[in-house]
T-cell receptor, first 115, second 118 residues
């Protein structure tokens, strides 16, 4: 079964600085998606960024970008120009492609942006 | 687009009673819905997958007689916690997925339901 590991339970960053959240995963399959979800105090899960495994180009969404290393099974999230609203739990997640597949979540990283 | 709602957002019930949680896809038809459970400061754990018009598929270790899931229409799935006990207190999140129109098979999450059993 696939696993997703986030080794940083908590992190903090100064406002306007850059922070990188780490994620590794394990799978023997070749076709899958990787995600970063944000869960603010409201607990609504918000999709931050999505990466298709077959794409070599790293996904970017405004201040958010990923470093996808398929061979190393690594999928880190970089947040640039951190804002107070970025304070939240961040979950790395994995889903096989093809049909309705469940999402497997990592244990999460609690990010605190300090003013 | 791709809005998923849950009702209620917070429910308190007495031990031994049953409580129903609704998950609705508001602007798309959801062929498949997923139910997750999240304990405080922990990750989301999948409980079951439900497909419209068929029986739900439960993950290992989830009691199907305790957590009844019904997916009667393409826009509504319900989770009923039967004979609730304090250990069932948790945050329950649903997600909905569709083949057509949106990103195929993408999951869109509801805002969650906090269940407190006293």
């Amino acid at each position: 079964a696939q696993t997703v590991t986030q080794s940083q339970p908590e992190m903090s960053v100064q406002e306007a600085e850059t922070v990188t959240l780490s994620c590794t995963y394990d799978t023997s399959e070749n076709n899958y998606y990787l995600f970063w979800y944000k869960q603010p105090p409201s607990r609504q899960m918000i999709l931050v960024i999505r990466q298709e495994a077959y794409k070599q180009q790293n996904a970017t969404e405004n201040r958010f970008s990923v470093n996808f290393q398929k061979a190393a099974k690594s999928f880190s999230l970089k947040i640039s120009d951190s804002q107070l609203g970025d304070t939240a739990m961040y979950f790395c997640a994995f889903r096989f492609s093809g049909g309705y597949q469940k999402v497997t979540f990592g244990t999460g990283t609690k990010l605190q942006v300090i003013p | 687009g791709a809005v998923v709602s849950q009702h209620p957002s917070w429910v308190i019930c007495k031990s031994g009673t049953s409580v129903k949680i609704e998950c609705r896809s508001l602007d798309f038809q959801a062929t498949t819905m997923f139910w997750y459970r999240q304990f405080p400061k922990q990750s989301l754990m999948l409980m079951a997958t439900s497909n419209e018009g068929s029986k739900a598929t439960y993950e290992q270790g989830v009691e199907k007689d305790k957590f009844l899931i019904n997916h009667a229409s393409l826009t509504l799935s319900t989770l009923t916690v039967t004979s609730a006990h304090p250990e069932d207190s948790s945050f329950y999140i649903c997600s909905a997925s569709s083949l057509a129109g949106l990103r195929s098979y993408e999951q869109y999450f509801g805002p969650g339901t906090r269940l407190t059993v006293t």
